[in-house]
């Protein structure tokens, strides 16, 4: 891998400790919250309902924190919403504190959760060009996603250790320890101020926005092939009950970390990536193999093979990521990446979050195994049809769209200075 960005960038080395060591204990969230709607529930569908729960906050709030994020300081804004995700953890320690956890509460925060990530996360992925050199941003892109794969390995795992072995209260008690950590890292990051003549946030700036997501194939192409392959392809609200048929509670952050544990590896042999100019095909064929991976998943009859496959999965969805987060931060002007970057999260969102809902109301009618494997196959069905539709995008050159981000940003700066 390509180091370089951790060298010379000091901002970048804390936006990248601060995150890295958040998300883990965001990801040990991640299991707990579901794995206690399944001890409270036992019904597959109510865990499936989290997503469904999650979504409209984030949609709508993807959109405000575009907005936002092209117009006011980026690293302002992401110290904001951290306040309010560790504020959001807090709560889920005092609810695990209870005689009896509220269910409602953990609908209440996984909405809250998604609002307030909806807001910080186009600042957060608006940051990295800003603080890196234009050259370096897929070096800085296979970073960030090998600071994904870290927290999606080790907090699952760890979350599976601390459910099978302490209360509740110390699982929740660690993730809210961990923002600490972050909190500070931000802190000491420069400011990082819009870009010149920036455009205040209105309905019409989103719109904008919208149009200009819509006026590109190769973006277009990213978003609703990943929508594709994550809404039929996103088994892990399964995960609960599928670990029941596993080995039971210890398995289960095993079955959350196995993905990363394939994303991992894609991301450290990602050098080839930098060679590879058909970034439209690779996404693809990437998102393809995801549904294979997950249909493998499905038909699989013991826990190490499940692992595999889904391991094999995960490293086809992070080559997937690795084109598609780099079409998006070299091809987008930088007055417009705070909005492409709510409407990225949107597209990356989206379809798990109904994938859940999705899975688990399948999983009422043909079981857990039916649920998995009917949705990598049409996972991979609806991939084929949208590369059908979409040839521009299947034959996007990325050389192409870095020299448009060059012009287009040279552009708005000349015409900043001319009013």
């Known amino acids: 891998m390509d180091l370089s960005p951790l060298r010379i960038s000091r901002d970048f080395r804390l936006i990248f400790t601060g995150s890295t060591v958040s998300g883990l204990g965001s990801f040990i969230s991640f299991v707990t919250i579901p794995y ?9 569908l109510l865990v499936g309902l989290l997503g469904l729960c999650e979504l409209v906050p984030l949609i709508l709030m993807s959109f405000v ?22 504020s959001l953890a807090l709560v889920l320690l005092i609810n695990s504190l209870q005689p009896e956890a ?39 892109t296979a970073l960030n996603s090998l600071s994904g794969q870290v927290r999606q390995l080790a907090g699952p795992g760890l979350a599976g250790i601390l459910i099978a072995t302490v209360d509740l209260h110390w699982v929740y008690a660690i993730d809210l320890a961990t923002f600490v950590v972050s909190l500070i890292c931000l ?29 590109r194939p190769e973006l277009l192409g990213t978003y609703l092939i990943d929508i594709n ?41 990602s050098g080839w990536t930098g060679k590879v100019h058909r970034h439209g095909l690779m996404v693809v064929l990437a998102a393809g193999g995801w549904g294979l991976g997950i249909v493998a998943a499905g038909l699989a009859n013991s826990l190490w093979l499940v692992v595999a496959a889904l391991a094999f999965a995960g490293a086809a969805d992070m080559i997937s990521g690795l084109f598609r987060m780099t079409i998006w931060s070299q091809t987008i002007p930088d007055h417009l990446r705070g909005r492409l970057a709510g409407i990225e999260m949107i597209s990356y969102s989206v379809g798990p979050l109904l994938g859940g809902t999705r899975a688990g109301l399948v999983a009422k009618v043909t079981g857990v195994g039916g649920s998995i494997v009917s949705g990598g196959v049409l996972c991979v069905l609806g991939t084929v049809a949208l590369a059908a539709a979409l040839p521009t995008f299947l034959r996007y050159d990325g050389r192409d769209g870095l020299e448009r981000k060059r012009t ?6 000349a015409a900043a200075e001319n009013r």
């Open 36 to 44: 206690q709607v399944a001890q409270i529930t036992h019904d597959p």
């Open 65 to 86: 924190g575009g907005a936002l994020a092209d117009y006011v300081d980026r690293r302002k804004l992401v110290l904001i919403g951290e306040v309010a995700l560790s």
């Open 102 to 140: 509220n269910l409602w509460v953990l609908y209440l925060v996984a909405g809250l959760t998604a609002a307030f990530e909806g807001i910080q996360r186009p600042a957060m992925e608006g940051l990295i060009p800003r603080v890196v050199p234009l050259e370096k941003i897929a070096a800085a």
């Open 187 to 215: 802190w000491l990051v420069k400011a990082v101020p819009p870009p010149p003549a920036a455009d205040r946030p209105s309905i019409r700036s989103v719109v904008d926005g919208l149009r200009y997501a819509r006026s």
């Open 229 to 269: 392959a994550m809404f039929f392809g996103m088994p892990s609200a399964l995960y609960p009950f599928l670990a029941d048929d596993l080995g039971g509670p210890k398995v289960l952050g095993l079955l959350y970390a196995a993905p990363a544990i394939g994303s991992m590896l894609a991301t450290l042999t």
């Open 408 to 413: 287009a940003d040279e552009a708005w700066i």
